[in-house]
């Protein structure tokens, strides 16, 4: 089953909401979890590290005050992306890893973000 | 930071062929090599990993080369079966906590009945 839970799995709105979307360690404690960001037949491409009790470290072309990352607890961080536009339209997708057991990232199932 | 290449990006075999994807990655320090193959609208799922202390790994029908010396990898299917189609990524990590993964451009597999 599921380790890491991603919600919601599909959104559509209006241009200029803002969304968030919420990644959790189901069975394990995650201090750091990775966001992704996947256009249609691309490839994943990282756009944050969320670190617990701490501030995100984002990639580089990466706007930090339009994607808010908080990572306020050790099973949950939350991507929102603020005041969206057509093209933040993407599937997003977090990951996280369960250090203590040393075991493969998990990825959450993703979130369709369709902007109008 | 690490950059990782990979080709082809389309692959079309007959059913029971082998199919070959290689990576290549720019970081020494990279020492965690994922394989995932993510279907359309899904999540990737990791199908094998290869650490740098190995050169290759197998299982049952897929299997995995590393030549640290060169840094490149490779994902050999052997078999092929229709399921085999998907898009496959190939990826690298430093491996230790909290690393971050990088990954190819993928390989979107087609299998020929």
């Known amino acids: 089953g599921a380790v890491v839970s991603q919600h919601p799995s599909r959104v559509i709105c209006k241009s200029g909401t803002s969304v968030k979307i919420e990644c959790r360690s189901l069975?394990?404690?995650?201090?750091?979890m990775f966001w992704y960001r996947q256009f249609p037949k691309q490839s994943l491409m990282l756009m944050a590290t969320?670190?617990?009790?701490?501030?995100?470290?984002?990639e580089q072309g990466v706007e930090k005050d339009k994607f808010l990352i908080n990572h306020a607890s050790l099973t949950l961080s939350t991507l929102t992306v603020t005041s969206a536009h057509p093209e933040d339209s993407s599937f997003y997708i977090c990951?996280?890893?369960?250090?203590?057991?040393?075991?493969?990232?998990?990825f959450g199932d993703g979130t369709r973000l369709s902007i109008l | 930071g690490e950059n990782v290449e990979q080709h082809p990006s389309t692959l079309s075999v007959q059913e029971g062929d082998s199919a070959v994807i290689k990576c290549t990655y720019s970081?020494?320090?990279?020492?965690?090599f994922p394989w995932y193959k993510q279907e359309l609208g899904k999540r990737p799922q990791l199908i094998i990993d290869?650490?740098?202390?190995?050169g290759e790994k197998k299982d049952q029908r897929i299997a995995v080369t590393l030549n640290k010396t060169a840094k490149h990898f490779s994902l050999h299917i052997t078999e092929t079966q229709p399921e085999d189609s998907a898009v496959y990524f190939c990826?690298?990590?430093?491996?230790?906590?909290?690393?971050?993964?990088?990954f190819g451009s993928g390989t979107r597999l087609s299998i020929r009945p």
């Open positions: 970081d020494s320090a990279s020492n965690y």
């Open positions: 990951s996280a890893e369960d250090s203590v057991r040393n075991q493969p990232q998990h």
């Open positions: 069975d394990f404690q995650a201090t750091t």
């Open positions: 290869i650490r740098s202390n190995v």
């Open positions: 990826a690298a990590s430093k491996g230790s906590s909290a690393s971050k993964i990088i």
């Open positions: 969320s670190n617990e009790g701490s501030k995100a470290t984002y």
